[in-house]
């Protein structure tokens, strides 16, 4: 069965960068898209960014010009290089995977169990 684990969250200070990562197995990688989400307190998941199986990366509004995902189909893992963090990047991040096309919906089959991330003032 597919499995996929973040790593990489902490505590950062404005202005600060980290880089998350995701390793995936279960089935083959470079046919997955694969996508980052995120959770705050009291809030919704949201769309972060995500990446198509050939290599076409997606970003919300609210993260362009600062985050920027990347995959790597020989490590079987995804990437996402978080700078300029604000307080309001705080989450919790997942990782999220499907095989098949990305849609505008952003309908993911498999998911992480999340790591956290926290943007300190």
């Known amino acids: 069965q597919v499995q996929l684990v973040e790593s990489g969250g902490g505590l950062v200070q404005a202005g600060g960068s980290l880089r998350l990562s995701c390793a995936a197995s279960?089935?083959?990688?470079?046919?997955?898209?694969m996508g980052w989400f995120r959770q705050a307190p009291g809030k919704e998941r949201e769309f972060v960014a995500d990446?198509?199986?050939?290599?076409?990366?997606y970003y919300s509004d609210s993260v362009k010009d600062r985050f920027t995902i990347s995959r790597d189909n020989a490590k079987n893992a995804v990437y996402l290089q978080m700078n300029s963090l604000r307080v309001e990047d705080t989450a919790v991040y997942y990782c999220?995977?499907?095989?098949?096309?990305?849609?505008?919906?952003?309908?993911?089959?498999?998911w992480g169990q999340g790591t956290q991330v926290t943007v300190s003032s």
């Open positions: 999220a995977a499907k095989w098949g096309d990305i849609d505008r919906l952003r309908q993911y089959d498999y």
């Open positions: 279960g089935r083959t990688f470079s046919r997955a898209a």
């Open positions: 990446i198509s199986r050939s290599d076409i990366a």
